[in-house]
């Protein structure tokens, strides 16, 4: 009689023990399924499932209907299948041809056909979203607006000791000239000295020579530096001292009619050229002689001039020709002649945020999917 | 008895427990109340403003605005029987912690929508994070044209712009004054010189060409200089793009010095401070006004009633423009889901509405399309001008 309570007791606790687990279970799951996005870790482009057609919510609608371009204005080529991700910040090949992509859910890596997510959920990436990536030569970062990381031996993001050197956490932009990283932040710009010390370069370090310290984007080219903010373009020869303004050009918003905000850099081999929200600026003056004549002239493309809109979200010059992305899609300027691409068939996301090109792949970063085009396809 | 039965062998459950298992009772419960992600309950709005500096009197009564709307749309069960909640955040007018606070509300707090935004610095910055991450961002104080013509996605705006405000400016002195020849005085910042320019743009269209356009610096208080540049180029009307204080002295100095042409100026203008300033000196002077309780009809004599009862004070136009402002993320949310996107998606497809500023509606880059009135400073009191007769 006595073994009895024992015993029911006994097949009780295993009874409350297995419902407990058992309710934990079904909690774990289904909260795990509302926060579990769709990207699978490892999935290949290759084999992936065609995507079904969104919904509503997961697109961004026209302001207007009648947002939609002349199809037979346009060269149509295939693009590739979406690699569906967050909204792309940046994209970036690396030197062994892997493509980064800086997304608003981190980073993700595309290497044969085999993609890899960096989350803050899995500890992989340090921050909730990534902003933009370089390469230095020898180490990949990424800025985020909370900090920079780099990558590390265990295959993984972390938080960059020099990152507290930086004059803000803010990170907007990055670019590397193949041996020293710079960096555009909220509060100034910043490059990496040899002791990997940043050195900041702000409004009151370069006595003014910088306009504003809000480094949206940043580049090299040749021997300058160009930082676009504000209230304008900043333009310093790297090889004088910073803080001498003398050796700073500038470009002002309110008087050159430059549209805020100049949304990326390309550089032709002779030209600068900048993408604004009034389209692609082309200025006049030569790099080899900005220090000699500078003259802000700008020569503006839009879409009067045959672009599919006037924000320009990002440009890069490959293979003798500018591509522009936009929020209507991309399009090629080549010999001052304006070419519109789009798929063959299929749906691409229209908004462009993001270009980046290896050999005659041009990558595509859009508002939630990786894509590419075969360059080599349109000539 | 088959309540006392169930009860007996319920109890004689909880005895047949061990301690341990008894003690686990209150960790199944939360485990089961985190897994249910009771944080979502609330839809989150992010708000920043410059509450206190410069600017903290209208960022005041805007919050003050925004707040009222909120118990009036928690008090009727807030949407879909989830109350919203406003996180607000001080910028302190910093460009740099307004970028903070938005990155922060963002992706830390999760809101699912922005509102704020006084100065073009400060608003550019939040809008900018927020087009980065793809969250709907609503200003309703800020008037640079530039916000809404960058070809944002996310970005929509409740005020009237500078655009507007100038070209019912330039049409009404046209109009009523046969002004071909105003003259300009801007601050030489860049704000000052970006509307300088664009008021020169506008007025073209009207029939008229700026014949001088003077800036000064900050900090600036005798205008004597700039004045005398004016009247030599014999302007028939002078338009001041300054703050307002700045303008009551600009005002003052202009009437001393027998200048008896009109003046004229945008929004700032309407701001108390003008007028308590310039005092008789500012009767007559042409403004525009961003609130006419008028045209919110009975829901904007509803709200200035409920705003004086709430805070003991007259709401103005910033009070006003903030209940307005809450009140469409309002409309969008229950138009759709509250997510980011769906919100977005909502307020781009609100081409008309009415609310206690009146109807308005955004256009097909987020911005309002609501006109610009244009008032008459008299005695102090600004009076819109279809209502000039009747005082």
Known sequence: MSENPQKNGKNNGAGFWLLLFGIALAFYFINESKRSPENVRGESISQRAPEPPAATVTDIAPRKISDSNDPSATLQIPFSRPVKTAAVNDLLVDPAGTLWAATEAGIVSIRNDQI????????????????????????LWAGTLFGLCVFNENKRFVRAEASRGLPSQMIWDMTSDGKTLWVG?????????????????????????????????????????????DNGISLWNTSFPAANPEWWKNIDHARSGLTRPVTDFAFDG???????????????????RFFSDFMPNLVSYSRVHGLPADRINSMIHHRGALWVATNEGIARIKNEHIQLISPESGNFARHIRKLAASGDLLWLGTDNAIQFINTAMVD | MMVKRHYLRFVAFLKSLD???????????LVIMFSGDFRTTDIRIGVILPLTGAGSLRAGSHRNGLELALKHINAQGGINGRKIRLETRDSKGSATLAAELARDLIYETEVVSLIGGLSPAETRVIQQVAENAQVPFLTAL??????????????F?????????????????????????????????????????????????FGQQVC???????????????????QASNPDALVLLTPADIAAIITRQAREARFNHPILGGNHLSLPEYSTVSGVYAESVITTMPFNPRLGGQRADYFLSEYYDTYSSQADSFAALGYEALMLKVLALRAGEANRLAIRNSLA???????????????NHGNQVRPAEIAIIKERQKIPVNLEALF
Not at chain 1, 272 to 284: A, E, F, I, K, Q
Not at chain 2, 19 to 29: E, F, K, R, T
Not at chain 2, 349 to 363: M, T
């Open chain 1, 116 to 139: 890899k997510h960096y989350r803050l959920a899995d500890g992989t990436f340090p921050f909730p979203q990534a902003q933009c990536l370089a390469h230095d030569g020898s180490r």
């Open chain 1, 185 to 229: 932040t909220q509060s100034g710009a910043a490059f990496l000295g040899k002791d990997d010390n940043f050195v900041v370069i702000d409004e009151e370090g370069s006595n003014g020579g910088l306009r504003q310290n809000w480094c949206q984007r940043i580049f090299r080219v040749e021997n300058w530096f160009v930082a676009s903010h």
């Open chain 1, 270 to 288: 002779k030209y600068l050229w900048l993408s604004t929200p009034r389209g692609v600026l082309h200025l006049t003056t030569p790099v080899s």
């Open chain 2, 19 to 29: 301690i341990y298992q008894l003690l686990s009772l209150p960790v199944l419960l």
């Open chain 2, 142 to 155: 800020c008037t640079h044209h530039e916000i809404t013509e960058n070809g944002s996605i996310f970005t």
């Open chain 2, 157 to 205: 705006r409740s005020i009237t712009d500078d655009k507007s405000q100038f070209e019912a400016l330039a049409e009404f002195s046209a109009r009523r004054f046969n002004c071909r020849k105003p003259a300009l005085i801007y601050d030489s910042t860049l704000y000052g010189a970006e509307s300088a320019h664009k008021y020169m743009e506008i007025c073209i269209k």
């Open chain 2, 212 to 230: 001088a356009a003077v800036s000064y610096q900050p900090d600036s208080l005798n205008f004597r200089r700039q004045l005398q540049v004016i």
């Open chain 2, 349 to 363: 497809q609100l081409h008309g509405w009415e609310s206690v500023a009146g109807s308005g509606g955004f256009d």
